[in-house]
């Protein structure tokens, strides 16, 4: 499925949307409520639309002690998943710098099938990184 690309900050209508969505897969009590406005003020988000709809989105980090970027917080909506959309996102996302994602997909998931390198593991996930 093709879908738009584009950043959070240039449609910040999705704002509350891309937070209800992070806070509905990864946490509902109040402080990680302020913890995700946090994350979505301070680090570069990237939104995948398609018909003018919100289908996904991934955050892009940078280490606040180097100059490491990561990727964190992939989400493809569930009806969504599965036709490329996080694939379009990632390529997207690394087109002009290298990035660094740990996934719990122990194999790579995601990360692996697109090219990227395993640089550390432990028996509960793998940090990756592109080529």
Known sequence: MRVSLTCLSEH???YHQVRQSYVRQWGSLESEHRLFDRQLQRHKVLLALHNGNLVASVQIRR???????WL???LVLPAYRQQGIASQLVKHAQRNQRLYARTEHLDGG???KLGWQVINTN???????SR
């Open 110 to 112: 995601l990360y692996a």
């Open 12 to 14: 910040p209508d999705f």
């Open 72 to 74: 964190a917080n992939l």
């Open 63 to 69: 280490e606040w002690w180097g100059t490491r970027y």
């Open 123 to 129: 028996s509960s996930w793998v940090v990756m990184r």
